[in-house]
């Protein structure tokens, strides 16, 4: 879930225009940081596309994977803008969670 939500990439075409381009829901958090509308929709599209295993575990075990996917979203969403705007506060260098500031 992590993997998908940190490198999907959403191909328009296929033109060189796609390669270089930020993941598709690091963006989306982005968004939502900026907004403050604390909702991230995700296309199951998207799931299938990147990994057809845990779409199928998505499908089959609905009431088990959403929450997962919630704590994974809400865990990388701090991680990338909560924790990582606190260490520059504190002068940026220090190791939070497991991640550099770099």
């Given at each position: ?18 390669f ?26 998207h ?15 609905p ?40």
């Amino acid at each position: 879930m992590r993997n998908f939500l940190s490198s999907f990439v959403k191909m328009e075409g296929e033109d060189d225009e796609d390669f270089g381009r930020a993941p598709f829901y690091i963006e989306r958090l982005r968004e939502i940081h900026e907004t403050e509308q604390f909702v991230l929709d995700v296309d199951c599209d998207h799931i299938f596309e990147f990994d057809s295993t845990l779409y199928r575990q998505l499908e089959n075990y609905p009431t088990d994977i959403i929450p997962i996917f919630d704590l994974v979203v809400t865990g990388l969403y701090k991680e990338t803008y909560l924790f990582n705007n606190a260490a520059a506060d504190m002068g940026g260098s220090e190791n939070i969670g497991g991640a550099t500031n770099a």
